[in-house]
Nanobody, 122 residues
Framework: QVQLVESGGGSVQAGGSLRLSCAAS????????MAWFRQAPGKEREGIACINWTGSKTHADSVKSRFTISRDNAKNTLYLQMNSLKPEDTAMYYCAAGSSRYCGLGTSAYGSWGQGTQVTVS
């Protein structure tokens, strides 16, 4: 079992920046691939960025050039740097981990999820 705890969310004005963190504990060998998802009220959960153990990354078109995913394997921590935030980025942001060596943006690839951290952009 992997435990994931997100932090760093908050309220920010449009154009601002936030950095989300996700600390992993437990069976961290199951965190070969990690990802960030977000879910706005009334909408489906959306995969926005993923990264595998070697650092290979994928970003969704909706956040490409504004958000950057990274990880520190020594600290078992996943990050999401969010710049140029827009009101449409407002959502609950979730960290996810999976045992696949290849990361993807679909929810089915991940077996462990955090509780989420709220990001509000006004």
């Amino acid at each position: 079992q992997v435990q994931l705890v997100e932090s760093g969310g908050g309220s920010v004005q449009a154009g601002g920046s936030l950095r989300l963190s996700c600390a992993a504990s437990g069976n961290t060998y199951k965190t070969y691939s990690m990802a960030w998802f977000r879910q706005a009220p009334g909408k489906e959960r959306e995969g926005i960025a993923c990264i595998n153990w070697t650092g290979s990354k994928t970003h969704a078109d909706s956040v490409k050039s504004r958000f950057t995913i990274s990880r520190d394997n020594a600290k078992n921590t996943l990050y999401l740097q969010m710049n140029s935030l827009k009101p449409e980025d407002t959502a609950m942001y979730y960290c996810a981990a999976g045992s696949s060596r290849y990361c993807g943006l679909g929810t089915s690839a991940y077996g462990s999820w955090g509780q989420g951290t709220q990001v509000t952009v006004s």
